[in-house]
């Protein structure tokens, strides 16, 4: 098994359209602390005003951790369009290079290629999340050193004492990869039901756009499918930046979304394991 996940993730990195998300956030993310390097206290003065009029402000607020967090808020939003390039084209790239034969024929189960295609796809989601845990919070704490973190949200303002912050950073992360390995089991599955790249890479983008408007709109109807949508749960890495830690929603985004990628992968084997080959 070993041998076969180390094929599909060498083959999954021979592809150009790999390295565009590591591109992407390589140039975004410097940008990004190049412009907090700049005009950084800037935006933190107009985010704090209100709260210079009351209170003292000491402590170093522009920080690495602070603008990791900003980078989280902004990209990782962006982040499941860029792993659909990859895990869109990991069943269906093999359809569209005639290769589906020289595969099934191998002295190896269908169970084994979906399961080592799968796990290729995965390295690579983790290994995208781990590159921009890398570029933002690694590179913003050379740059700008550590800190407390200003967590400003809707209805309060939390302040977490520096030695409080990473180990939330770290499981933000990890939740983060669990949430992109749902949608690379969606982009997965389509793959699995056509013949061209293409088409699993614009569904699966056009699926969660759906579903975020649907979980957006506020109507009945909407209400009763939004505990079933996935994009309710991706972005709960920010629940580990509460005070206190709302720990029963965390599982519950942690079952869901495994929920979510077992019953995809499954429906996913089940095709591969009927598909004909020879038509």
Same mark, same amino acid.
Request: proline share 2%; net charge negative.
């Given at each position: 098994m070993y041998t076969l996940f180390k094929i599909e993730f060498l083959k999954v990195f021979k592809k150009w359209r790999t390295y565009i998300g590591f591109i992407a956030v390589g140039v975004l993310v410097p940008l990004v602390h190049l412009a907090m390097y700049l005009e950084g206290q800037n935006s933190l003065d107009f985010i704090t005003r209100n709260l210079q009029n009351s209170f003292l402000l000491v402590g170093n607020l522009l920080n690495g951790y602070w603008i990791s967090y900003i980078i989280l808020n902004v990209i990782a939003v962006h982040i499941p369009f860029l792993i659909t390039l990859v895990a869109g084209d990991l069943l269906a790239g093999e359809a569209t290079a005639g290769t589906y034969r020289l595969l099934v024929i191998r002295p190896i189960s269908r169970m084994q290629i979906i399961s080592s295609k799968f796990l290729a796809g995965f390295a690579y989601s983790a290994l995208l999340i781990l590159w921009l845990a890398i570029m933002s919070l690694g590179l913003g704490l050379l740059i700008f050193g550590t800190g407390e973190l200003l967590v400003v949200r809707s209805e309060l303002i939390i302040i977490f004492d520096k030695t409080d912050v990473l180990w939330r950073?770290?499981?933000?992360?990890?939740?983060?990869? %669990?949430?992109?390995? +749902?949608?690379?089991? %969606?982009?997965?599955?389509?793959?699995? %039901? +056509?013949?061209?790249?293409?088409?699993?890479? =614009?569904?699966?983008?056009? +699926?969660?756009?759906?579903?975020?408007?649907?979980?957006?709109?506020? +109507?009945? =109807?909407f209400r009763l499918v939004k505990p079933y949508l996935f994009t309710n749960y991706i972005l709960n890495w920010r629940e580990f930046f509460n005070d206190p830690l709302d720990t029963n929603k965390i599982i519950k985004s942690i079952f869901v979304l495994s929920g979510h990628i077992i019953v995809l992968l499954g429906i996913t084997a089940i095709i591969f394991q009927k598909k004909d080959i020879l038509s």
């Open positions: 950073f770290l499981l933000a992360y990890g939740f983060a990869i %669990l949430g992109m390995t +749902v949608v690379c089991s %969606l982009a997965f599955f389509f793959s699995s %039901l +056509v013949e061209n790249a293409i088409g699993p890479i =614009i569904t699966t983008m056009a +699926v969660i756009i759906i579903f975020i408007i649907i979980s957006a709109i506020d +109507v009945d =109807i």
